[in-house]
C-alpha cells in the first residue's frame, strides 16, 4: 500500500483536476463524434480524429474515473494507471490543440492539455518512487518488459529520424505534408519515445524510476497504438485507403504492447485493488459489447436497410434474419451475462469473460467466411475480443476468486 509515502489527502487536489478534466474529454469526444462536420481539417486527418474520439471515449474516460478512486485507496496500479492515462491525455490532447484545424471545440483542447499536463505534473511531484518500486513483486520480468519499451521506443525514433533525414538531406518526400509531418514527429518523439526509452532503460537497470515511467509509458502507448488501429480501420472504411491498410502493423503493435503492459501492472503486490481495477473496466468493456450486438441484432431483424443481401450469396441465408437473431440472442446474451457477472464479482466471472470473449470471436470468424470482410467493425470487433480474453484472463479463477465488495467479501 502507499499510505505511508502518499496520503489520500495529498491527492485530493489532483482527484479534483482529473474528474473536471474527464468532463472536459468527455464532451470534447462526444462533442467530436456527435458533430464531425465540426472538424475543418482534411479528410485523411478527419479520420484520425474519430479514431481519437472513440478511444478516449470507451477507455480513457472510464479509467479518469476509476484510477484515481484506486489510488486514493491506497492501489499502486491505480496510481500507475491513472499516471498513464493522464500522460495519453496530454499526449492526445496536443495532437488537437496544435495539429487541429480551428473549430469550436478549440477551448476544450486548451482546457484538456492544460488540465492533463497540470495533474500529471501535481501527482509525479507527490510519488515516491522506491515506494512505488517496493510494492512490486521480485518476480517481475523488469528486464525483459524494459528491453521490450526501449526496442519500441528506439525504432519508432530511429523511422522518425530516418524520414527527417531523407526529407531534408536527400530530397525525399515524407508521408504526409511536412509541416503536418514536423507536428506528429516532434509530438511522437517528446512524448511516446522518449517515455519508452527512458523508462524501459530505467526498468532494465531497475532504477526505483523506472518502475513508474515505464508504466505510464506503456499504457500512454497502448491506448495511442489502439487509436492508430482504430484509425487505420476508419481509413479503410472510408476508402481513403486499400484493405489492410496500416491496420496489421498497428493492430499487432498494440496487442503485444497492451500485453507487455498489463504483465507490469500485474506484478505489483496488491492484487485486490489490481484485480478490481480489471474487473471494472472488463465489465464496461463486456456492457458495452451487449449494447452493440443488441443493437445491431436488433437493426438486422427489422430488415438491415442499407446492407446489401448480394454480401450472403453462396451462403445458407436469403436474408440477415438468422444471423441477426444469433448476434441478438448469443452474442449479446453472452455479453450481458458476463458483464454482470464480472461487475458483481461472481466467482464464475472469468469462465463468463472468457466464454464472451471466444462466443464473439467465433460469430466473427463465420461472419467473415460468409460474407468476407466488409467493414472496419470486423476488425474493431476482433480488438476488442482479444481486450477481452486478455482481461479476463487477468481475473482470479474459480477456486480463488475474491473481489472486493464481491459476494465472497474477501480482502484478497
Known amino acids: 500500500m502507499l499510505h505511508a509515502r502518499i496520503v489520500a489527502s495529498r491527492l485530493r487536489a489532483p482527484s479534483i483536476l482529473t474528474a473536471i478534466l474527464g468532463v472536459v474529454v468527455l464532451a470534447q469526444s462526444s462533442l467530436g463524434l456527435l458533430l464531425p462536420h465540426q472538424y475543418r481539417d482534411a479528410e485523411w486527418i478527419k479520420a484520425g480524429w474519430t479514431g481519437n474520439d472513440w478511444t478516449t471515449l470507451v477507455l480513457a474516460v472510464p479509467l479518469l474515473s476509476i484510477a484515481p478512486r484506486l489510488a486514493r485507496r491506497g492501489s499502486v496500479a491505480g496510481l500507475l494507471v491513472w499516471l498513464g492515462v493522464l500522460g495519453y491525455a496530454a499526449y492526445n490532447g496536443a495532437f488537437y490543440l496544435f495539429g487541429a484545424a480551428l473549430n469550436v471545440f478549440f ?7 492544460l488540465l492533463a499536463m497540470t495533474t500529471l505534473i501535481l501527482i509525479l511531484a507527490r510519488v515516491d518512487g522506491a515506494s512505488v518500486a517496493g510494492a512490486f513483486r521480485p518476480t517481475t520480468p523488469v528486464r525483459m518488459i524494459g528491453g521490450y519499451f526501449s526496442f519500441v521506443g528506439s525504432g519508432l525514433a530511429s523511422v522518425w ?58 499504457i500512454q502507448s497502448s491506448l495511442y497504438l489502439l487509436v492508430l488501429s482504430v484509425n487505420s480501420i476508419v481509413a479503410i472504411g472510408r476508402g481513403l485507403v486499400t484493405a489492410p491498410g496500416e491496420f496489421p502493423m498497428w493492430g499487432m503493435l498494440t496487442l503485444v504492447t497492451t500485453a507487455v ?12 485493488l489490481h484485480s478490481n481495477a480489471i474487473r471494472y473496466c472488463l465489465g464496461g468493456l463486456l456492457a458495452f459489447g451487449a449494447v452493440n450486438a443488441f443493437g445491431g441484432g436488433y437493426y438486422g431483424l427489422t430488415g438491415a436497410k442499407g446492407v446489401p443481401t448480394k454480401w450472403l450469396e453462396g451462403s445458407p441465408f436469403s436474408d440477415y434474419f438468422v444471423p441477426s437473431l444469433v448476434l441478438l440472442v448469443v452474442v449479446g446474451g453472452a455479453f450481458l451475462v458476463a458483464a454482470i457477472v464480472v461487475i458483481a464479482g461472481w466467482p464464475t466471472a472469468r469462465a463468463a469473460a472468457l466464454t464472451a470473449g471466444l462466443v464473439v470471436l467465433a460469430w466473427l470468424l463465420a461472419q467473415v467466411a460468409i460474407i468476407g470482410l466488409v467493414s472496419w467493425m470486423q476488425p474493431t470487433t476482433a480488438i476488442a475480443a482479444a481486450g477481452i480474453l486478455v482481461l479476463g484472463w487477468q481475473l482470479p479463477h474459480k477456486a480463488t476468486a475474491r473481489f472486493d465488495g464481491g459476494p465472497a467479501g474477501g480482502q484478497g
Open 107 to 113: 477551448p476544450l483542447y486548451v482546457a484538456a492539455f
Open 161 to 218: 529520424i530516418a524520414l527527417w533525414a531523407g526529407y531534408v538531406f536527400a530530397g525525399r518526400s515524407t508521408p504526409i505534408e511536412p509541416e503536418a509531418f514536423k507536428l506528429v514527429a516532434a509530438l511522437d518523439l517528446l512524448f511516446m519515445t522518449a517515455a519508452l526509452v527512458s523508462g524501459g532503460i530505467l526498468l532494465w537497470r531497475q532504477d526505483s524510476w523506472g518502475y513508474v515511467i515505464a508504466p505510464i509509458a506503456g
Open 261 to 272: 503492459t498489463l504483465r507490469l501492472l500485474a506484478g505489483v503486490s496488491i492484487v485486490r
